[in-house]
């Protein structure tokens, strides 16, 4: 969906949240082949059972990239991404979990590097089944701001 939303026009507190999505092992396998982590607490079963999880975890990055995915069902053509901050794995994510992403507007201010533009950080959280966050980031926008009249 395309929707132009100018800088002015976003408001502190608007949340929207993702469809959701289960994490398969397939998921894992592509990721590790992507990224060429093959750490063990990601890939061996019978490593993992002898730790604290029981079970292996998904990679924090592949768990961002989905999240970050899930959110790509509206296009703004008057913004682009200025890049994540405060990115942190906050619980483990296993095989067979559901997750989904919800996106509050936090702040907003005039972009300093660029006239007629704002920057727009929106609070990300990476959310499970069972209600729990697990991961957070900020996502911080470049918004162009509306035409003047």
Known sequence: MQETIFFEHYEIGTCRSTFSRTITETDFVVHAGHTGDFFPHHM???FMKTHA???RI???TMVFAIGVGLTATRINPVAFSYGYDKLRFVKPVFIGDTIHS???IAKKEPDPKRPRHG???ESTEVINQHGEVVLACEHI???ECAPKA
């Open 58 to 60: 998904a990679h924090g």
């Open 44 to 46: 061996d079963a019978e």
């Open 119 to 121: 920057r727009v950080w």
């Open 102 to 104: 919800r996106l509050t």
């Open 53 to 55: 999880f029981g079970q």
């Open 141 to 143: 926008h470049i918004v």
